[in-house]
């Protein structure tokens, strides 16, 4: 059954640090890009990120670019959002969601399925 579980979100004032982890279960993870997703209160879930099978493509959204770093371990079966110089208007839950290729194609939610319950990332002094 096809399955992914986000962690790792949490309290982080300005500035600060988190490393968020999707661990995906039920499907070969190696064989499909996987994106991470935000989504904050009263406003429409954001693509983030996406990362190929093999790790070797990657995008960003413009909001993200130079802060967030997605990384995957295929043996883990574990993908990976490095955020970094997170700002107050990173807050949100944060998802990942699998999609139906192996590249990245673009970072539209509609394009990705099997989402989690997400996990809570706030930025706040």
């Known amino acids: 059954q096809l399955q992914l579980v986000e962690s790792g979100g949490g309290l982080v004032q300005p500035g600060g640090s988190l490393r968020l982890s999707c661990t995906v279960s039920?499907?070969?993870?190696?064989?499909?890009?996987i994106g991470w997703f935000r989504q904050a209160p009263g406003k429409e879930r954001e693509g983030l990120s996406c990362?190929?099978?093999?790790?070797?493509?990657?995008i960003y959204a413009d909001s993200v670019k130079g802060r967030f770093t997605i990384s995957r371990d295929n043996a883990k079966n574990t993908v990976y959002l490095q955020m970094n110089s997170l700002k107050p208007e990173d807050t949100g839950t944060y998802y990942c969601?699998?999609?139906?290729?192996?590249?990245?194609?673009?970072?539209?939610?509609?394009?990705?399925?099997?989402w989690g319950q997400g996990t809570q990332v706030t930025v706040s002094s």
């Open positions: 969601a699998r999609s139906p290729l192996s590249e990245c194609y673009g970072m539209a939610p509609w394009r990705y399925y099997g």
């Open positions: 039920g499907f070969t993870q190696a064989n499909i890009a």
């Open positions: 990362i190929s099978h093999s790790g070797g493509s990657t």
